[in-house]
């Protein structure tokens, strides 16, 4: 691929917010509005059925209220949301088991031991569900002990993206500056649908923008957050630092 190609192909893995004030010279307040601007739920939500082909991912947010997580697989350049885990008042060991639960029917259809591509948010290293553990510790021993039917592979960042960057990499895999829609989100996941229509950012008492997303509603933002993980780890808009891929036997 020549040089130019390779720009262009580039330019189109753009949202289009991004894309004008980067390559048009244009202002745009990227802090401004809703969130996921690029959401539309006529085009990107659709039922899907699991491929057993393809591996599975499973990306989470420690949240203690709601805890949350997705699960979905991804071909090439698509992205295809099954399900989600949304649950209220909870910690990462019953995360671990609605995962086990949500992904008994795929599993049962595919070769085993199933390839789960795992991400999330990085400070679970650092966060304790339990009296001697991290979050991340009790998911590491969860999928240890059920090696018969899943093959863990970690993509943990040594430190979470920005958040303007995790957001504009969502934004373009729901829809570039060519108009390519290329995440899909099954009508089952009804939380996250409702975070991509709801979420906003924040402003200030005159009504301001702030470069922050507007977290006063605790049922809002962790759904799409952790989907946001694993969208700016395999799709980011710059070269990827700080990702160690950790592989569990």
Not at 91 to 110: D, G, I, P, Q
Request: glycine share 4%; with cysteine.
């Amino acid at each position: 691929m020549c040089l130019e190609q390779s720009w262009r192909a580039q330019t189109h893995e753009l949202d289009e917010r991004t894309y004008r004030q980067e390559f048009q010279a244009s202002f745009e307040n990227l802090a401004t509005g809703m969130v996921y601007y690029a959401f539309d739920r006529d085009a990107n939500v659709r039922a899907w059925n699991h491929d057993p082909r393809l591996p599975l991912f499973w990306s989470l947010d420690f949240n203690i209220n709601p805890m949350c997580a997705v699960i979905g697989q991804r071909e090439d350049d698509w992205v295809y949301v099954l399900d989600e885990a949304v649950l209220p008042d909870s910690n990462t060991t019953a995360a671990c088991e609605a995962f086990l639960e949500r992904s008994a029917a795929w599993v049962a259809r595919s070769y085993l031991p199933v390839q789960v591509d795992v991400y999330g948010d990085a400070t679970g290293d650092a966060r304790r569900s339990s009296a001697s553990q991290t979050d991340w510790q009790l998911v590491r021993d969860f999928l240890h002990q059920h090696h018969d039917l899943y093959k863990p592979v970690f993509h943990i960042g040594s430190s979470n993206p920005a958040v303007r960057d995790r957001v504009n990499c969502l934004n373009a895999k729901l829809c570039n500056q060519a108009g390519t829609r290329r995440l899909l989100i099954d009508p089952r996941c009804k939380q996250l649908i409702q975070d991509m229509e709801r979420v906003h950012w924040k402003t200030d008492s005159n009504g301001n923008a702030l470069n922050e997303i507007d977290k006063s509603d605790p049922a809002r933002t962790h759904a799409s957050d952790a989907l946001g993980y694993m969208i700016a780890s395999q799709f980011p808009m710059r070269a990827a630092g700080g990702y160690r891929p950790e592989y569990l036997v």
